[in-house]
Structure formats: structure tokens, C-alpha cells
């Protein structure tokens, strides 16, 4: 039996894959052979009638030892800042590495840009002590050259004191609205710059990348993300980094990418945006935007996130990007234009917050009319939930904020109780709340085979153990996330995030599947191949 599109072309198609096929579609879920004509998916059915369509031109694919799913969609990452950052020296401590040794890779840096020592992905909160590269740490490793790193959350850099000088920075500088200059118990500056008003005072004076080589990075961070099996990203905030001609740039970036490119482009970047007569949806199949990104609050990790009680030892508890009238006006705007919004809103205030707005904005109306988002929604309590699903919201969870930093949370920065409500997604999908999970790359890498073992069995790095057992979710659930629901969030679900005649050929080739395998192993399954458009753009 075959399901075959009327229009397919009788020369044949141009290409069959057979095997095990898992198409993530509801009413057929299984299938043993599919053909790809002119990119998209012409015909599904048993192995002996798709070949049969076959003509001496067709290139036959044939999966013996693993298996074929809808290649994965990344609903929120972050080409931009990413790109300027790719080359810059690696402070990350997951693979072991200690401070010091994060110390050691900076004095021994070259330069990156002019005279300036980058670095990127540190993180305090995953190092014993939780040591910050402060002002005075950073001038130990140079007093003359300039020095910055950013922190792996992107919501925190920290400087040395060449730095702030080149800068001009001085001691009376006073905090930029939404942005913070740290300062040590004296009030002296400490180096750090808390949230992109602030780091922003920073960047001006870096040198920059041409933009040559800016572009060749998100070409390589794009082939990168389909080697991990995504034939879909979304960028979360184009317009941030250098500024609205990012829109453009992107646009006209699409020749060059393996992956299908949705992105949202951020609220400083918009009004410029549509002034310059950018539409919703505007672009192609191979690069669109789509949607308008707003960022209401900081980083939970790195406490700047806006709880509703005090971080953990601390007497702060964060603050709102936005004031209350102000987001509404924003989210107003943003659909007065025929824009889907994306809040990132990481505290529980700040997601009590995010819900308010969209309430007042919405009047009345479903945000699923423009399939609203909260991005990153990490302590979200059951209320929220409740109150999303009866506006029309949904959630897309930076599930590495649980495989990564649960210890943290829990031990450090919120402490257990409210640790349990990071990342809610059987709560979420209860409530019949369509989910995705994400990377946020870099604050984590692209790791969807991750991103489904951490749904399934919630467990934590460091310690093993699971946090809240009770929001696991099962296989199939999780894979969602990463396909149908994922392309839903990014309006794409009409040609990817499933397995359906008429459908993109947006492929992913594993050699085991994660539904048969032990929950705790699936994270080891590896991408055979990747097929955007019935074109292999990686095999291993």
C-alpha cells in the first residue's frame, strides 16, 4: 500500500530511503520506505511498492542497521553572538578543566581581535567555589592587554582593568538601564557587566570580526547543528549583535546553509526591522523570519533571572528587563504588525510577569493565534501552567538548565524546593500545552539526543540523580519536543517535524533508535546522516 502525491512526476523519483522509518505522525506511524521528488516527500509505503517507482536515475537509500526519524528542529539558539564568539578561547569547565586551568588557556592566548584577549563560555556556578573571573583575577593574567569573557549564559562578560579603560569606564559610571556594572563590598568596579546594556558599553570597543568572517562562522555553526542531526534552527534575537543589518545579512545567507534557518528578530532591533519593510515571514524555505523576540529577565544560573523570592544566600532576587506597561506595549506592537512573540523568561517573577503582559496585550484573543511563546520557562509553577494553557501559550524549556546545573540549583542558587520546578514538561503536556526543548546554543551545544534522555529520565550530571521524577516524561513525548512540536513553535509544521507525503525531505539517519534503547544510553545514539530537502548535507 502506498500514499503517493498526485503530483509526483512520472520519470520517477529522484531519490528512496528504506528501512525502519519513524515518521513522528500520529496516523501512521511507522513506515518501511518513503520517495523524495523535487526535495519533498512524494510517496510513503512498503519497501516493494516504493521501489517500484523507481527509475535508473533514482538514488536509493537504504538504512539496514539504523534507523530514519524527521530530522530535528532547534526552536531557539543563537546564531549572532555565537558566530563572534566561535573562535575565541574556550573557558568552559565541562570537560574537567579547572580555574586555574581556564587561567592558563587565557595567558597563553594570542590575540583575537587587535590587541584583545576573548574568551567565552566560563560559567561560575559549574566551578568548585563558584570562583569569578573578576577584574582583579583577569588583571593577574594581563594589566596591559585588554581582556573579556563571556559568560556561558551570554547574560554576563567580565573585563580586566585595560579593558575598562579602553572602554572608559570609570569608577563613578553609573548603570545603564536593564544592565549592571558590578562592584566588589568597597563599591570599587569588579569587571563583571551584568546584561547587554552594560556588555554593550564593552562591545563597542572590542574590534570587531569583518563581517566576511562573521558569516563563514554561522555557516560553519549551521553545518555544525546538522551534524547533530537539525535540519531546522531557529535563531533567537538576530538584530542583537551587531545591529538590524543582521536581518539582511541572514536573508541573504541562505545559499550557503545545510539547514533550514527560521529566526526571530529582537525587540532593540525591530522598529529598524520593519522600517525598513521586513514582514512576517519574509524570506524562503531555506531561511524566513518568522517571529520578535523579547527578553524580560536575566539568567537563573547566573542570578540574575527575576524570582519571586530571594536567590539562595543572597539578598536579591533579580530584576525585570521591562516594566509592566512597557512589555505590553512591546507584545501590542509586535501583533498589531502580525508578529509570533518569544518572551524569554527565566525567574518566576519574570514568568508571572511574561503571563500578565500577554494577558492585558491579548484582550481577550488566544495567543495561538500567533503560537506566543515563553522561551526557557524554567521555574514554572503549576499556576503558570494553568493560566498558559488557558491564554494559548507555550513553552519551550532549556532543558540542559537541568542536565548542567541541577546540582547548582538545588545545592547553591534556589535551593531543593523550588529546584523542583525547573523544567515542568509532563506538567506542561498534561495541560495539553504543545512543548519544545532547546539549547540555547552555546549555553549548551546542540545535543537533541541529550535533550530527549534528560525529558525521559531527569537526570543531573554531577550527581546522577534525578530531580523531580515526577515532570519525565516517555520516548515518543520527548522526541516531540525536538520534531512536530518543535516546527509548530516555528511555523513550519506544514513542511517539516514529521514524515508526511507533500512534507519536506528532512531526514535523520540514527544508528539505534531512541525508543528501543535504555533511557539512560540514549544520548550515546549517533547521527549516521542528515538529508535537508532529500540532500545529504552530513554523513558520518
Known amino acids: 500500500m502506498t500514499d503517493s502525491s498526485p503530483d509526483r512526476r512520472s520519470s520517477g523519483p529522484d531519490l528512496i530511503v528504506t528501512g ?60 549572532w553572538a555565537s558566530a563572534m564568539q566561535l573562535d575565541w578561547v574556550d573557558c568552559s569547565t565541562r570537560d574537567g578543566a579547572t580555574f586555574d586551568d581556564v587561567l592558563a588557556r587565557l595567558r597563553e592566548a594570542q590575540p583575537a581581535q587587535g590587541d584583545w584577549v576573548l574568551g567565552r563560555l566560563y560559567d561560575p556556578a559549574l566551578v568548585d567555589g563558584e570562583r569569578e573571573l573578576t577584574r582583579d583575577v583577569l588583571d593577574e593574567v594581563s594589566p596591559d592587554r585588554p581582556i573579556m569573557v563571556m559568560n556561558a549564559s551570554l547574560h554576563f562578560a567580565y573585563v580586566n582593568s585595560a579593558a575598562l579603560a579602553a572602554a572608559g569606564i570609570s569608577e563613578d559610571v553609573e548603570n545603564p538601564e536593564g544592565g549592571t556594572f558590578g562592584r566588589d563590598d568597597s563599591g570599587r568596579l569588579n569587571g563583571s557587566l551584568g546584561e547587554v546594556p552594560a556588555m554593550m558599553a564593552m562591545m563597542r570597543v572590542v574590534p570587531p570580526l569583518s563581517q566576511e568572517r562573521l558569516l563563514d562562522n554561522i555557516v560553519r555553526i549551521n553545518q555544525h547543528a546538522a551534524e547533530r542531526g537539525y535540519t531546522r534552527t531557529h535563531d533567537a534575537g538576530t538584530g542583537l549583535t551587531i545591529g538590524p543589518q543582521e536581518v539582511d545579512l541572514l536573508l541573504q545567507l541562505a545559499p550557503r546553509l545545510a539547514g533550514r534557518v527560521t529566526f526571530a528578530v529582537h525587540d532593540y532591533a525591530m522598529d529598524a526591522a520593519i522600517a525598513n519593510g521586513l514582514t512576517p515571514f519574509t524570506g524562503d524555505d531555506m531561511c524566513r523570519a518568522i517571529a520578535w523576540k523579547i527578553i524580560s529577565d536575566g539568567s537563573n544560573q547566573g542570578r540574575s533571572g527575576f524570582q519571586r523570592e530571594n536567590y539562595q544566600g543572597r539578598d536579591f532576587r533579580g530584576a525585570p528587563n521591562y516594566d509592566h506597561a512597557a512589555l505590553v506595549d512591546r507584545i501590542r506592537t509586535a501583533h498589531a504588525h502580525g508578529w509570533q512573540v518569544m518572551v524569554h523568561a527565566n525567574g518566576d517573577a519574570a514568568i508571572d510577569e511574561t503571563i500578565d503582559a500577554y494577558e492585558q496585550a491579548l484582550d481577550g484573543r488566544s495567543g495561538m493565534d500567533h503560537r506566543d511563546r515563553i522561551e526557557h520557562c524554567s521555574f514554572a509553577h503549576a499556576e503558570h501552567l494553568d493560566r498558559m494553557a488557558a491564554l494559548g501559550l507555550s513553552p519551550s524549556f532549556l532543558i540542559g538548565h537541568l542536565y548542567y546545573w541541577g546540582d547548582a540549583f538545588e545545592e547553591r542558587i534556589v535551593g531543593a524546593e523550588k529546584a523542583q520546578l525547573l523544567d515542568p514538561v509532563a506538567g506542561a503536556r498534561r495541560r495539553g500545552l504543545r512543548v519544545s526543548t532547546h539549547s540555547d546554543y552555546t549555553v549548551t551545544d546542540f545535543e537533541p539526543l541529550r535533550e530527549v534522555q534528560t525529558q525521559v529520565t531527569r537526570i543531573r550530571r554531577g550527581s546522577g540523580l534525578p530531580l523531580n521524577a515526577a515532570e519525565a516524561v516517555d520516548v515518543h513525548t520527548a522526541l516531540k519536543a525536538k520534531t512536530v512540536d518543535a516546527a509548530w513553535q516555528v511555523h513550519a509544521d506544514d513542511t517539516t517535524g514529521t514524515i508526511e507525503v507533500g512534507k519536506f525531505a528532512d531526514l535523520v539517519v540514527l544508528d539505534a533508535d531512541p525508543a528501543e534503547v535504555d533511557p539512560s544510553t540514549i544520548a550515546d545514539i549517533t547521527v549516521q546522516r542528515t538529508i535537508v530537502g532529500g540532500r545529504t548535507v552530513y554523513q558520518a
Open 20 to 79: 525502519r522509518i519513524r515518521t513522528m505522525d500520529a496516523d501512521r506511524p511507522e513506515a518501511e520506505a518513503i520517495a523524495v521528488t523535487g526535495g519533498r516527500i512524494t510517496a510513503i509505503g512498503t519497501t516493494d511498492a516504493i521501489r517500484a517507482l523507481a527509475t535508473a536515475d533514482t538514488e536509493v537509500l537504504t538504512v539496514t542497521d539504523g534507523v530514519v526519524y524527521p530530522g530535528f528542529v532547534e526552536p531557539h539558539m543563537h546564531y
